[in-house]
């Protein structure tokens, strides 16, 4: 089936730093990708969507400027945390979709966990 | 704006025993619900769904039911094993151009042997 391989499982980093996530779909193509994040004993709130070759489309609350999301091609996107400070410590989850029209069909990678110290 | 609220966790269950997890909703019309499950160090996955009121999801044992009158979407299985400890997320989705999936905070379920 279907595979999102999500890269780095873990990563602790010094606060003003900047963080790069993977997310790879390895056995299809992933036109339209979600970006999630999880604070502890929270729901997963969804951050942006990105479409390839598109600029991401944030949702609101957002910082486009502080979470740049890249998605170039149609296997890989990432999610960078720019100047990361302790309140951005949380989980983080891709999801892709190789149809954009159904979410019957997102894959769910195996999420990032960030810690800023 | 919609919304979705699991009971929280863990629950902890010998093998066997009868599993209820409590998802209710908020949300104006008829969204679809959803189930979905991470097994440890995986993604999440696809449980079941409902699409519409009284539907009734069901896979690998689970069942949830869609009831409009209560706003809830409860995942129950009648006897669980070791290999279900997971973490359960109740989610909500709309058809529509966005399809963007509301989801609750998640519940761990622990079955001991």
């Known amino acids: 089936g279907a595979v999102v391989s999500q890269h780095p499982s873990w990563v602790i980093c010094k606060s003003g730093t900047s963080v790069k996530i993977e997310c790879r779909s390895l056995?299809?193509?992933?036109?339209?990708m979600f970006w999630y994040r999880q604070f502890p004993k929270q729901s997963l709130m969804l951050m942006a969507t990105?479409?390839?070759?598109?600029?991401?489309?944030?949702e609101q609350g957002v910082e486009k400027d502080k979470f740049l999301i890249n998605h170039a091609s149609l296997t890989l996107s990432t999610l960078t945390v720019t100047s990361a400070h302790p309140e951005d410590s949380s989980f983080y989850i891709c999801?892709?979709?190789?149809?954009?029209?159904?979410?019957?069909?997102?894959?769910f990678g195996s999420g990032t966990r960030l810690t800023v110290v | 704006g919609d919304s979705v609220t699991q009971m929280e966790g863990p629950v902890t269950l010998s093998e066997e025993a009868f599993l209820t997890i409590n998802c209710t909703y908020t949300?104006?019309?008829?969204?679809?619900l959803f189930w979905y499950v991470q097994y440890p160090g995986e993604g999440l996955q696809l449980l079941l769904k409902?699409?519409?009121?009284?539907d009734k999801g069901s896979n690998k044992g689970f069942e949830a039911t869609y009831r409009k009158e209560t706003t809830s979407f409860h995942l129950e299985k009648g006897s669980v094993q070791v290999s279900d400890s997971a973490v359960y997320f109740c989610?909500?989705?709309?058809?529509?151009?966005?399809?963007?999936?509301?989801f609750g905070s998640g519940t761990r379920l622990l079955v001991r042997p």
């Open positions: 949300a104006t019309g008829y969204p679809s």
């Open positions: 056995d299809f193509q992933a036109t339209t």
């Open positions: 989610a909500l989705g709309r058809m529509d151009s966005s399809y963007k999936l509301i």
């Open positions: 409902a699409t519409k009121a009284d």
């Open positions: 990105s479409n390839e070759g598109s600029k991401a489309t944030y």
């Open positions: 999801s892709a979709s190789s149809s954009g029209t159904s979410y019957y069909g997102y894959t």
